[in-house]
């Protein structure tokens, strides 16, 4: 709880209202700001126009930039660039933030592109209320209060982790290039984008102080460290040997740690790149509108988590970890400051109970309490990933490595990429299965040299990834059936061939996921096969026309480029026969059966790339006798001959019974029809 501040005075006088249009006061806000009307009647969460107090603004499109109604200047600042029918609906306090202990009172919510909240000025009750930003000057004793109340009260869970030995950080006194010292409260990190900035000098200086030509978002960051009582400031510009290529490696494979150890991360989420320094620093903020309804002063809150969204700063790779990993941070938006630890949020506009804004969830920037805490989020965090942009390609493996490092500890591993859960007798299909990841335009994605085909990691444009998780899959079959998976250690030829299992064993131990080959061999039911089109392959399956889906999708070829142009003739690229491998099945409400379309490399004949994916969706027989239920352990005494379980999603045992006839069908078709092959995919 924070002292009582100036913003809950003494009983305020009531204030004269905002002048509003016509159209404005018709909606009787002022009414419902002075609580005139029923409370029952506010205590849903209002997004529906039915319901009462949420209004469509359908005169939107006629309001202009320079108009004297103050609720239309808020409504056009909020959606002018959207184009998005806005509404407007009044919230209680207590349920918006689902909290009984505060004071109640009334809040607007403006929904556009974008949600915009008008939260009460001058309460005198303890509860929510809004605080006047200085859109010159950041109060530089509220941040310290935030960073140094969870240095104090939060503990271990937002202790950074060890620090790397050595770690080179700017005195922010001196300016001077030092060692961390060992009795410092720990460093700041800053997490920006450099740009194109080359007004000023990046060479190495160990002994003498920074220039006054450093960046202004260096400048500011190095006020704010101090500000908030740690002066040590960790950049990697200043703070990285770059003529050193041992030390750059070593801290480019570490830069989880860097950020990870760290007491606090500064985020520059405002402006292009290092000369724009940080709003309220060392530039103006946006001034913060309010209106005044119902003689009661209503502040405008910025979205900080719509700001952060779009900014600069979040379509770079790199700072995607560094926000994530960091314990504390502190971002600057170009409307206010906002701080989240592990435990509590802060926002400048808004003076409320931390523990209150822990059920806020809509305006936090960052997951709550961090990351690697469920496994299957890793499939999450690789989607956000992969929307971003980097520089170099090359790094677009190193600047998620962080990213893994958490899931671990969840039996989270990855291969080159592609993640998988090590869950001991499920290891190598839960692996198969993820190979079968996708993207939302496949023909769009770009091939990236340098990472293997069977990974995203080696196609540019993988933006909306997602991986078959495996947990929910079911693979039928006898185990030789099954697809098998084995890795490579070393590049070179010859190398050792070892089961995934051993790999898991390998990095568990330490080892690098980069002393293994690109190359993986698969080994498990395959055929040959032509695509014929985003929904036809030539290839025999046990399902016919209606019964499934079958979608095709192919890395890097357009979908009108499939073929089917002229009656046989094929667009050549596709028109080569292929070979297809299953790779396992999902349950969900449907069965999702998936397959890789892989081809021989032109360069090596016993090497095949993976073109694409073939999934084909089958709705549950239900019209088929249940006869018993799947199980995966064969020695219950209580099933007979072919009794499968499986789990249900999210991995809790939730048996389902599986119609008997029908796998057993299906297994009968493939093991007829196709054979078990290797593949060796690179
Ligand atoms: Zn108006
Ligand atoms: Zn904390």
């Given amino acids: 709880m924070q002292a009582a501040s100036d913003s809950r005075g003494p009983n305020p006088e009531p204030l004269a209202d905002s002048p509003l249009c016509d159209r404005c006061r018709a909606l009787r806000l002022d009414d419902i700001a002075r609580l005139q009307l029923a409370k029952e009647n506010l205590s849903d969460t209002i997004w529906d126009q039915d319901r009462p107090h949420t209004y469509a603004v359908n005169w939107w499109k ?10 239309c200047r808020i409504i056009f600042a909020a959606n002018s660039e959207w184009g998005v029918m806005p509404k407007i609906g009044a919230h209680s306090a207590q349920t918006l933030f689902r909290s009984q202990d505060i004071a109640d009172s009334i ?132 703070c990285i040997d770059q003529a050193n290529a041992v030390e750059k490696h070593n801290v480019i494979r570490n830069m989880d740690s860097i950020y990870s150890g760290a007491a606090l991360t500064i985020v520059a989420a405002a402006g292009d790149d290092s000369n724009f320094g940080l709003p309220g620093v060392s530039r103006l903020r946006y001034a913060q509108e309010s209106i005044i309804l119902g003689g009661r002063r209503f502040l405008v809150f910025p979205d900080s988590t719509e700001e952060v969204r779009r900014s600069i700063w979040a379509t770079r790779a790199w700072t995607y970890q560094e926000g994530l990993l960091s314990k504390r941070r502190l971002v600057f938006t170009a409307s206010q400051a906002y701080f989240q630890c592990m435990k509590s949020y ?9 523990e209150t804004t822990r059920d806020f969830g809509f305006y936090r920037v960052f997951p709550e309490d961090g990351i690697g805490r469920e496994p299957r989020d890793i499939v999450r965090r690789l989607n956000e990933y992969a929307a971003r942009q980097l520089s170099f390609e090359s790094d677009t493996l190193n600047a998620i490595l962080g990213i893994f490092q958490p899931y671990q500890a969840r039996k989270v591993y990855h291969l080159w990429g592609v993640p998988f859960l090590a869950e001991s007798d499920r290891l190598e299909r839960n692996f198969a299965l993820a190979l079968g990841w996708s993207t939302r335009v496949p023909g769009n994605a770009k091939r990236q040299t340098g990472f293997p085909t069977w990974s995203w990691v080696g196609w540019a444009n993988s933006d909306n990834l997602t991986v078959p998780w495996g947990p929910d899959s079911l693979v039928f079959g006898p185990p030789e059936r099954l697809p098998s998976i084995h890795v490579f250690e070393g590049s070179a030829v010859g190398s050792r061939r070892i089961p995934l299992s051993e790999y898991v064993l390998r990095v568990e131990g330490g080892a690098d996921f980069a002393l293994f080959s690109q190359s ?78 892989l081809s021989q490399t032109v360069a090596r004949r016993d090497r095949y790339t993976r073109d694409g994916t073939l999934t084909v969706t089958v709705p549950w027989p239900h019209n088929i006798d249940w006869l018993g239920s799947w199980t995966e352990n064969p020695s219950n005494e209580q099933s007979s001959a072919q009794d499968v379980r499986f789990r249900g999603r999210k991995g809790q045992a939730s048996p389902q019974r599986m119609p008997i006839d029908y796998i057993a069908q299906i297994i009968k078709f493939f093991e007829e029809k196709w054979e078990v092959e290797e593949f060796m995919l690179s």
């Fill in 62 to 71: 006629e309001i202009q930039p320079g108009t004297t109604c103050q609720l």
């Fill in 107 to 238: 809040l607007f919510e403006l929904y556009a592109h974008t949600t915009t909240m008008l939260v009460p000025h001058g309460e005198q009750l303890p509860g929510i209320t809004g605080r006047k930003i200085d859109h010159c000057q950041i109060d530089y004793g509220l941040l310290r209060q935030w960073v140094q109340d969870c240095i104090q009260n939060h503990g271990v869970s937002c202790a950074g982790a060890d620090l790397l030995p050595g770690l080179k950080v700017i005195d922010c006194n001196t300016r001077k290039i030092i060692v961390l010292p060992p009795d410092s409260p720990g460093y700041v990190a800053l997490s920006y984008r450099w740009g194109t900035v080359t007004n000023t000098d990046t060479t190495w200086r160990p002994d003498d102080a920074l220039d006054n030509d450093i960046p202004q978002t260096v400048k500011d960051a190095i006020v704010v460290a101090t500000k908030v009582g740690i002066p040590y400031l960790w950049v990697d510009k200043y």
């Fill in 346 to 354: 802060h926002w400048e506009a808004l003076d409320a109970p931390s």
């Fill in 520 to 597: 993986i061999l698969a080994t498990g039911m395959a055929s040959r096969c032509q695509v014929l089109s985003p929904w036809k392959v030539s290839v025999e399956l046990p399902w016919k026309r209606g019964e499934a889906a079958f979608v095709v999708r192919m890395m890097g070829i357009p979908e009108d480029r499939y073929g089917e142009q002229d009656g046989d003739k094929y667009v050549e690229v596709l028109s080569r026969t292929q070979c297809i491998l299953y790779i396992g099945c999902q349950s969900g409400s449907n069965l999702v059966f998936s397959f890789l379309i």
